[in-house]
């Protein structure tokens, strides 16, 4: 059974940067795609950045130029560099796994940007 685990969340003033974590066990880690969601009080789930298993990145246009997603098969982590954040970048961020024909999700870490 896959697992993930985030952390990194936290309080952070606008301008700065985070870096969130998320540590993968269960399975054979480069197997699986690798991506990162969040999900603001009242809002929708939505996609942030994903790092296939071939280590082809993509992100949403919002984060674009800002984030940076990397992955480490030595050490089955999925990191996220969050850099010039804003107050609208305010969330949970979860950790996505999706491979075989299944997803797993994180239990998500808060990241909350003050103006």
């Known amino acids: 059974q896959v697992q993930l685990v985030e952390t990194g969340g936290g309080l952070v003033h606008a301008g700065g940067s985070l870096r969130l974590s998320c540590a993968f066990s269960?399975?054979?880690?480069?197997?699986?795609?690798m991506a990162w969601y969040r999900q603001a009080p009242g809002k929708q789930r939505e996609y942030v950045a994903m790092?296939?298993?071939?280590?082809?990145?993509s992100y949403s246009n919002s984060v674009k130029g800002r984030f940076t997603i990397s992955r480490d098969n030595a050490k089955n982590t999925a990191d996220l560099q969050m850099n010039s954040l804003k107050p609208e970048d305010t969330a949970a961020y979860y950790c996505?796994?999706?491979?075989?024909?299944?997803?797993?999700w994180g239990q998500g870490t808060q990241v909350t940007v003050s103006s």
């Open positions: 996505n796994a999706a491979g075989r024909g299944r997803t797993y």
């Open positions: 269960g399975s054979s880690f480069t197997t699986y795609h």
């Open positions: 790092v296939t298993k071939d280590e082809n990145i």
